[in-house]
């Protein structure tokens, strides 16, 4: 819970480094996330192990992968909550399991009930509806929805535990993060020398917020049923519904409405089949 209650806070974060633009945000994030996971890898001796699984092929190949995949993911949320679009992150991240039923199905023939064909219809559907209500589709949350769910799944083929795995993620987006800061500073385009102390640090916390509800995730989930761990992972995107709603005031029409409305009873009918297919394999236990 606590993981998701971080999670669920990050738009508040990014919109008070939004004298930065994305991009630089973004490479500032990789440096101190990785500078913050690195002390503790060697700490807990894990780094003759993770210099192994960069020397394998089967893991450095969709690791390599997924650390391209994260970065287009945590820019363009990060991008999105700066230029006010809190909304549609968190439609995004609302349809994503959404996604990975789909991925699952097609990609490795996983058999799913009517009540989540027709979750996934309606979802279909509020999609459709905001592509409308926009004129265009909902790039912003449907690119979300989408990198975060093919994240998930490159993670799946290369199981490698999230702080390590987070670790080489960052390790080979660092060189690109530190060229781009490096090249910014050179042509005096970045802003990071024009800050004080107070927005350096707050700065360096993103490492903090980065590998902090990951570790308690990966802690969690492995003492938590599947079903409790599905409730859960509705609590962040909630919260930044009601934070692009009440906080930071973004337009909310009725058509916006109606498209949340399918998202959520999609969800709703998920969940209560995910409960029911649980509750039904523990009476058979």
């Not at 996971?37 to 699984?53: D, E």
């Not at 995949?69 to 994503?96: H, K, M, P």
């Not at 027709?118 to 509020?126: E, F, M, T």
Request: aromatic share 12%; glycine share 8%; net charge positive.
């Amino acid at each position: 819970m606590l993981a998701f209650l971080i999670w669920g806070c990050l738009p508040l974060y990014w919109k008070a480094l939004n004298r930065m633009d994305a991009l630089e945000i973004l490479c500032h994030r990789v440096v101190w996330s990785f500078l913050t996971i690195l002390p503790v890898i060697l700490y807990t001796g894990r780094l003759g192990r993770i210099l192994g699984l960069l020397g394998a092929r089967k893991t450095s190949l969709p690791l390599a992968a997924s650390s391209c995949v994260l970065a287009c993911n945590w820019l363009l949320y990060i991008w999105a909550v700066n230029a006010d679009r809190v909304l549609e992150t968190s439609l995004g991240y609302f349809i994503n399991p959404l996604i990975n039923i789909l991925l699952g199905m097609f990609l490795f023939r996983e058999r799913v009930s009517r009540i989540v064909r027709i979750a996934i219809a309606l979802a279909a559907v509020g999609v459709l509806n905001q592509m409308a209500a926009l004129g265009h589709p909902p790039w912003v949350a449907l690119g979300l929805g989408c990198s975060f769910a093919l994240y998930g799944l490159i993670r799946k083929v290369a199981p490698v535990e999230a702080l390590p795995g987070l670790f080489i993620e960052t390790f080979l987006s660092l060189p690109f993060a530190l060229g781009w800061l490096f090249w910014q500073g050179a042509r005096g385009m970045s802003v990071l020398f024009t800050q004080d102390l107070s927005f350096l640090l707050l700065l360096a916390a993103s490492g903090l917020l980065t590998a902090t509800p990951l570790f308690l995730f990966a802690f969690g989930v492995r003492r938590l049923r599947l079903t409790s761990l599905g409730l859960l992972q509705y609590v962040s995107p909630s919260m930044t519904f009601v934070q692009g709603v009440f906080l930071f005031n973004e337009p909310f029409s009725p058509a916006t409405l109606l498209t949340f409305l399918c998202i959520w009873t999609a969800l709703a009918l998920y969940t209560w089949d995910s409960l029911r297919r649980g509750g039904s394999r523990e009476g058979k236990a």
